[in-house]
């Protein structure tokens, strides 16, 4: 069963994933370069920690994407 905060974090976190992938980085890359730890942006991922709207600009900017195109790749179809 999963949580109120992986249901509320899941559409961004999969996006990221689907992107961090894409671009073929380290999520401690990603995480570094955002400002946060690599424990911290995990908790993000796995629903520990609730991503806020701050999270996701810091997060999108770190990437180089909009927030837009990261929850829009969360919602693409795996092939």
């Known amino acids: ?5 992986e249901e509320a974090n899941k559409p961004f976190a999969k ?9 073929g980085l ?3 890359y990603v995480a570094k370069t955002a400002g946060y ?3 911290q942006l995990n908790r993000m991922l796995n629903g520990r ?5 701050k999270d996701i ?5 770190a990437l ?5 195109a990261i929850f ?7 092939a």
């Open 1 to 5: 069963m999963s949580s109120k905060i």
């Open 15 to 23: 996006g990221l994933e689907v992107i961090i992938a894409r671009k």
């Open 26 to 28: 380290k999520q401690i």
């Open 37 to 39: 730890t690599q424990q």
């Open 49 to 53: 920690k609730m991503i806020s709207a």
């Open 57 to 61: 600009v810091q997060i999108s900017k």
């Open 64 to 68: 180089g994407e909009s927030p837009d």
């Open 72 to 78: 829009q790749a969360g919602r693409e179809k795996k």
